[in-house]
């Protein structure tokens, strides 16, 4: 067993991730909706590492198709990153229930369908990681962006059960939460940029979590502090402000 | 946006452009122009500033390797620092590398860089077979030497102001380990170090660090480090974690006495007239590298490098009136770099040519320019140039005095509609 399976690889951080992995002498599966886009990148990481790369077509929202997926791997995997998210069109989603449900499925919903089939082999065989990219925006529900925080708080609950189940059968699950990352999903945002990490830093971040077997990680590190702050405003306070 | 570049002198409002596809950065050399291409932004200078710049950086694909010939295809955007991370393990070095590793391929090929093995293999263009460019009409080509020569000998050194450069193919050569054996001479005076260079000149690696403060009898005064690869079979290379530099240092920090001391404890450190040691490979060609954003010791202000060539015939005479000069003003740099280089090549642009170069760092001050003002005229004086990827401020009757092929480069601009669509702040005050 060598590989690792990356879930919605053709994000940012994804990519990034399936770099540092490779590096350290990982095979790699790598899943997302239209794989003829990561040709070049599979080309980019054999190159550097001479690792194996195998690109997988999955759409996350496509829950029927994934028990296929997972049963099509002919070697099944050591662990498993899952990157995919979708930030949505917040406004949009506060009239419109499709945007919604696109939000929710995306982050939540799908990603819970795949960690499930996931998990029950994992169990099973006493072995293997599980990496959820979560969010701080999960950690407390803001104006301006709560359906997907609370997709992503929802997430990170999944998780933490996940984890507690899976202790017994030497499983690791790692919840990570990213503060801001400059990549697609921030583009043309303002965003401030000590408080901003790159891809390859939350990937190095995750690679040592993961490898030290941490169950929570905040990247950058700052962002544990920065949310018990924001955690620990009293309500009254917080439904004032604007942040 | 503010964007700088590694002197953090000047800061300029800028917008910057980055591109997914082949298409996109077409429309952007269309709609956006002028522009400058922007890699890792480790010039110095102004070669990399504009209110419009390209970024590079992203495109960082490795495309193929051929283990038989070293020939590697990779995108411009990717870092010398990447290469090694991956190729050193597999007993492979860069052919030629500057001072720093955190550079990007189309800045090395743009400044057309050189390291401590000058003498022997000359610049960057050396090691590279071909490299692809968008020209300001989103054509791109494959330039070789044979095929396309002048558009070579522009690109090469030629700063960015003939295209985007968005792939290349180079050769690495093979090593059998990470260390190198290293000498290190002490010499006293300038007299010793010239000699110091011709009597290690077959050594494939050597530089200089000069103190720039010594006075009278001690002027020229260095250390001379000279080395070549191990063969002990050690090739376990990984990128160290770099220390930083969490703020801009005040001003104050950085005067002539601390200087002076630090000068002091480098020379004074080696107590041999010659030892030796065995160092890796970030010790000896990338000592700076160690300390991330080092350029923060120079305060909000920023710095500039100072980086001149002389001719050998009257390097000597020319280096000794230089360095007093420098030592008279009481102005002067932790890094004092001289190094012997070989013979020039045929690039329009190109620094570098046989004979001594120095680089020193300044912090930017009051009467700074007018010191290097007065430095220019002793260079061009004795038939010697100013390297444009470190500079910020030199005029451009002593920047075309030193460089006689530069109508060659204009004119060949101005045909193939280069001008006033890919512009510095540097092209502009020189009217390259
Ligand atoms: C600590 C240190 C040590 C150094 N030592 C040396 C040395 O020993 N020898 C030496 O020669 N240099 C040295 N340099 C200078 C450095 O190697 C050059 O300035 C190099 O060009 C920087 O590359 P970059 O990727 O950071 O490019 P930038 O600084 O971003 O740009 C430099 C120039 O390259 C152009 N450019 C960048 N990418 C492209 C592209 N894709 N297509 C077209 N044009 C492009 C830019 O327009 C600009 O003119 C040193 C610099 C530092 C900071
Ligand atoms: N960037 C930040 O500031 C930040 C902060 C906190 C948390 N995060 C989280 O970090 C993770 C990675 O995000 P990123 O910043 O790297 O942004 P990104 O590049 O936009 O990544 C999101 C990925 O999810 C994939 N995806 C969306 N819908 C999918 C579907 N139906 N099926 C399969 N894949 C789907 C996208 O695929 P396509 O590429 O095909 O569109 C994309 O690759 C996300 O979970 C995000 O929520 C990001």
């Known amino acids: 067993m060598s590989y690792v399976l990356i879930i919605g690889a053709n994000s940012d951080i994804a990519k990034a991730c399936a770099r540092e992995y490779a590096k350290n002498g990982y095979d790699l599966y790598l899943a997302l909706r239209d794989k003829d886009r990561l040709n070049d990148f599979k080309q980019d990481i054999e190159v550097r590492t001479k690792r194996a790369v195998k690109l997988l077509e999955l759409d996350i929202l496509d829950f029927n198709s994934h028990q296929g997926f997972y049963n099509s791997l002919d070697e099944k995997p050591l662990g498993v990153i899952s990157a995919v998210g979708y930030l949505g069109k917040h406004k949009e989603a506060q009239k419109s229930l499709k945007e919604t449900r696109k939000i929710i499925d995306t982050n939540y919903t799908g990603v819970v369908s795949i960690l499930n089939i996931i998990a029950n082999d994992f169990e099973k065989r006493r072995s293997g990681f599980i990496v959820g990219i979560s969010s701080v925006a999960g950690d407390r529900g803001r104006k301006s962006n709560y359906i997907y925080g609370s997709a992503k708080a929802a997430l990170s609950a999944y998780l933490s059960g996940l984890r507690n189940r899976l202790y017994e059968s030497q499983v690791q699950v790692l919840t990570v939460k990213p503060g801001f990352v400059a990549t697609k999903m921030t583009e043309g945002m303002d965003l401030p940029q000590r408080l901003t990490a790159q891809p390859d830093e939350v990937a190095r971040d995750i690679l040592k979590a993961q490898q030290s077997g941490k169950d929570i990680v905040y990247t950058k590190w700052i962002w544990r502090y920065i949310m018990l702050i924001i955690k620990a405003i009293p309500e009254w306070q917080f439904k004032k402000m604007s942040i | 946006m503010l964007c700088t570049a590694w002197g953090n002198y000047p800061k300029i409002e800028c917008k910057r452009y980055k591109f997914n596809t082949i298409e996109e950065l077409g429309e952007i050399i269309d709609s956006k122009s002028p522009l400058i291409p922007y890699g890792n932004g480790r010039s110095y200078g102004d070669s990399a500033l504009a209110h419009h710049i390209i970024e590079t950086r992203q495109r960082d694909y490795f495309i193929d390797f051929d283990e038989k010939s070293g020939l590697l295809y990779i995108e411009a955007g990717v870092l010398l620092s990447e290469i090694l991370e991956h190729f050193v393990p597999r007993g492979w070095f860069l052919k030629i590398t500057p001072g720093t590793k955190l550079i990007t391929i189309g800045g090395a090929i743009a400044s057309d860089v050189h390291g401590k093995n000058h003498h022997k293999e000359g610049c960057f263009s050396s090691c590279v077979k071909e490299f692809?460019?968008?020209?300001?009409?989103?054509?791109?080509?494959?330039?070789?030497?044979?095929d396309t020569p002048n558009l070579w000998r522009a690109t090469c050194g030629g700063q960015g102001l003939t295209g985007v450069i968005l792939r290349a193919k180079i050769y690495l050569k093979k090593i059998e380990s990470k260390y190198i054996r290293q000498t290190t001479i002490k010499t006293a005076n300038l007299k010793e170090t010239f000699e110091a260079f011709e009597e290690y000149s077959d050594m494939p690696y050597s530089v200089a660090w000069i103190d720039c403060l010594a006075k009278g009898e001690d002027i020229g005064k260095s250390l001379l480090m000279v080395g070549d690869f191990d063969s002990d079979g050690e090739l376990d290379y990984r990128l160290k974690d770099t220390k930083t530099i969490p703020i801009d240092f005040p001003v104050f920090a950085l005067n002539s006495w601390s200087v002076r001391a630090f000068n002091m404890l480098y020379y004074g450190r080696v107590k041999e007239k010659i030892s030796k040691q065995r160092v890796d490979i970030d010790t000896f060609f990338y000592p700076l590298d160690a300390i991330g954003d080092w350029n923060r010791i120079y305060g909000k202000r920023g710095f500039t490098q100072y980086q001149f060539i002389l001719p050998k015939e009257s390097s000597f005479e020319g280096l000794q009136r230089i360095l007093k000069e420098i030592s008279n003003s009481g102005k002067g740099s932790f890094l004092a770099v001289l190094k012997l280089y070989g013979k020039a090549n045929?690039?329009?642009?190109?620094?570098?040519?046989?004979?001594?170069?120095?680089?020193?760092?300044?912090?930017?001050?009051?009467?700074?320019?007018?010191?290097?003002?007065?430095?220019?005229?002793?260079?061009?004086?004795?038939?010697?140039?100013i390297y444009l990827t470190k500079?910020?401020?030199?005029?451009?009757?002593?920047?075309?005095?030193?460089?006689?092929?530069?109508?060659?480069?204009?004119?060949?601009?101005?045909?193939n509609g280069m001008s006033g669509v890919f512009e510095s702040l540097q092209s502009k005050r020189l009217e390259i």
């Open chain 2, 346 to 385: 045929n690039n329009w642009l190109s620094f570098p040519m046989e004979g001594y170069s120095l680089a020193l760092d300044f912090k930017i001050e009051s009467g700074l320019f007018e010191l290097l003002d007065r430095l220019d005229r002793i260079v061009v004086e004795y038939g010697g140039r």
């Open chain 2, 391 to 415: 500079d910020v401020r030199v005029s451009k009757d002593i920047f075309e005095k030193g460089y006689p092929n530069i109508d060659k480069f204009r004119e060949f601009r101005e045909k």
């Open chain 2, 132 to 146: 692809e460019i968008m020209l300001p009409d989103g054509k791109i080509v494959t330039c070789t030497p044979k």
